[in-house]
T-cell receptor, first 115, second 113 residues
């Protein structure tokens, strides 16, 4: 099925460990995004990639790095996990053409707990 | 002041009634506006988008945009228990590149039978 695939769905890390969240889309979208969602805070943008080969910081980039591997894949890396990074992470992609909406298609999310 | 503000709720709505959700935004030059529905433990899914002032209808959903007053609303007619979810408002600000969205924290809607 067409869409956005995120892995893993759940992860528990110890403080200081590293991990990479994977995201792939098969809708030929140019733009991809990583958000985190915390209770009462809504979705906050971590990093985004407007097109293959480009990445930019969002609202809360500290402690994260990203790689736009190709048009399909956009990964998020936590180099040294901290308890403050406990959250639900969503990857999303969007159609670049305004007249077709431009709204996001989200992946199913990764629930990350840092202990 | 938050960029995109929504009442957190919960908004309790009797089955069959109209649910009215509001969202205000701070960037007067914002260009496009989106409503997402998010069931508990699931990812957000797009319900509607609106660009122009006025109303836009899609089935039981109506989005209303008033750029002068900087608000966008969502009406859900004939509310059903399956409409119980959190509704997220999102805005593409004028200062952001196309596609980059600012989200509100969401309004929880509970439809009671």
């Amino acid at each position: 099925n067409a869409g956005v695939t995120q892995t893993p769905k759940f992860q528990v890390l110890k403080t200081g460990q590293s991990m990479t969240l994977q995201c792939a889309q098969d809708m030929n979208h140019n733009s991809m995004y990583w958000y985190r969602q915390d209770p009462g805070m809504g979705l906050r943008l971590i990093y985004y990639s407007a097109s293959e080969g480009t990445t930019d910081k969002g609202e809360v980039p500290n402690g994260y790095n990203v790689s736009r591997l190709n048009k399909r894949e956009f990964s998020l890396r936590l180099e040294s996990a901290a308890p403050s990074q406990t959250s639900v992470y969503f990857c999303a992609s969007s159609d670049p053409y305004p007249m077709t909406g431009g709204g996001y298609t989200f992946g199913s999310g990764t629930r990350l707990t840092v202990v | 002041q938050k960029e995109v503000e929504q009442n957190s709720g919960p908004l309790s709505v009797p089955e069959g009634a109209i649910a009215s959700l509001n969202c205000t935004y701070s960037d007067r030059g914002s260009q496009s506006f989106f409503w997402y529905r998010q069931y508990s433990g699931k990812s957000p899914e797009l319900i509607m988008f609106i660009y122009s002032n006025g109303d836009k209808e899609d089935g039981r959903f109506t989005a209303q945009l008033n750029k002068a007053s900087q608000y966008v609303s969502l009406l859900i007619r004939d509310s059903q228990p399956s409409d119980s979810a959190t509704y997220l408002c999102a805005v593409n600000r004028a200062t952001d590149s196309w596609g980059k969205l600012q989200f509100g924290a969401g309004t929880q809607v509970v439809v009671t039978p």
